[in-house]
């Protein structure tokens, strides 16, 4: 009796390898799909209470002698200063990361000159495959929440 001595995987074998190796890889970009939402929803949380801080910031400083104010409204938040209780034709018009939304709980968040306190209470939610909520204390402090 002649035995075989082929050395290898059969061809179902090698199906097999290829099939559970695809269900991983599918598996896994679905994984870092969301932990890319997560990190894209952190940054731009961060970036977002910072800009409140910078505009708190400048209304504590009466930069150009103004009242500041920020609105956010789907994929957009704005910037802009009032003069005597009239907001400025011109607002800085900034765009978030990718399919982020925000909503907030208020028209617009307005910081006083020279206390920089702002005018009522807030919070603003951004959403991207989960929340982040930036809250804005009546006394000014900034807090964010994932």
């Not at 609105?71 to 938040?77: H, R």
């Not at 702002?118 to 204390?137: K, M, N, R, W, Y």
């Amino acid at each position: 009796m002649k035995q075989s001595s082929q050395k290898g995987l059969t061809m179902i074998e090698l199906l097999v390898v290829i099939g559970i190796l695809a269900v991983c890889s599918v598996g896994a970009t679905a994984v870092l799909a969301k932990s890319r939402a997560r990190s894209v929803l952190s940054t731009e949380a961060s970036r977002f209470a910072d800009t409140l801080l910078e505009t708190q910031h400048m209304a504590i400083t009466a930069q150009q002698g103004k009242t500041w104010a920020i609105s956010c409204s789907g994929s957009t938040w704005q910037r802009y200063g009032y003069t005597e209780e009239i907001p400025d034709p011109t607002p800085e018009i900034h765009t978030f990361d990718g399919r982020m939304h925000c909503t907030a709980s208020a028209p617009e968040i307005r910081f006083h000159k020279l206390t920089g306190m702002p005018e009522s209470p807030i919070t603003f939610t951004l959403s991207l495959d989960g929340t982040a909520v930036i809250s804005v204390s009546q006394v000014g402090t900034v807090t964010v929440t994932q």
